[in-house]
């Protein structure tokens, strides 16, 4: 299955700006798949990257907030904007897995102070 | 929209014993049940899933049974190891051609040598 590095591993981060995470995949995926899990919480999907499109939102989540990139098939960005201390949380990005199932990043653990 | 429970949100066993995680969902129209492991500081590790086609499956110390029926789940890990002490996720998702996973409030195992 792929491999995904993403970074930063963490952060801490001022109220009032925005930090960029990085998602690098070692194959080719139509794809990219954006989580938050916020402190001993479960994971709540942000948003789905397609290459070539915009990004799709879930409910609760906007693109002003968190603009996804998508260049190209291997990559993928999140940025966090006008960050708060409630968006202190785990950022995950998946890709979906052969056959069946995700495989996760190891996450960006972020601190707003 | 689907919904999965989880219990218990915290175990704690001891070494060599077995561990016992049920999940429950709302969606009859769920067809593929992954389990995910997330070590300290790691992303979530599928470790076993189950088509709606098969009521159990194995892998070595774990296994997943599946009532349709009842529509829940459950993960089973025998002989107990440190090792196996992590956060455990069951999610229930719908193929429709790209998969809709939704995730449960994960379970906290911690296994005592």
């Known amino acids: 299955s792929a491999v995904i590095s993403q970074k930063p591993s963490r952060d801490i981060c001022q109220r009032g700006t925005s930090l960029t995470i990085q998602c690098q995949v070692d194959s080719q995926v139509t794809m990219m798949f954006w989580y938050r899990q916020q402190p001993g919480q479960s994971l709540t999907l942000i948003a789905t990257?397609?290459?070539?499109?915009?990004?799709?939102?879930e409910s609760g989540f906007v693109i002003d907030k968190f603009p996804i990139s998508r260049p190209n098939l291997t990559f993928s960005t999140l940025t966090v904007s006008n960050m708060s201390p409630e968006d202190s949380s785990i950022y995950l990005c998946s890709v979906e897995a052969t056959p069946y199932g995700y495989t996760f990043g190891s996450g960006t653990r972020l601190t707003v102070v | 929209g689907e919904n999965v429970e989880q219990h218990p949100s915290t175990l704690s066993v001891q070494e060599g014993d077995s561990a016992v995680i049920k999940c429950t969902y709302s969606d009859s129209a769920s067809n593929y049940f992954p389990w995910y492991k997330q070590e300290l500081g790691k992303g979530p590790q599928l470790i076993i899933d189950?088509?709606?086609?098969?009521g159990e499956k194995k892998d070595q110390r774990i296994a997943v049974t599946l009532n349709k029926t009842a529509k829940h789940f459950s993960l089973h890990i025998t002989e107990t190891q440190p090792e196996d002490s992590a956060v455990y996720f069951c999610a229930a998702s719908i193929n429709t051609g790209g998969f809709k996973t939704i995730f449960g409030a994960g379970t906290r195992l911690f296994v005592k040598a």
């Open positions: 189950i088509r709606s086609n098969v």
């Open positions: 990257a397609n290459q070539g499109s915009e990004a799709t939102y």
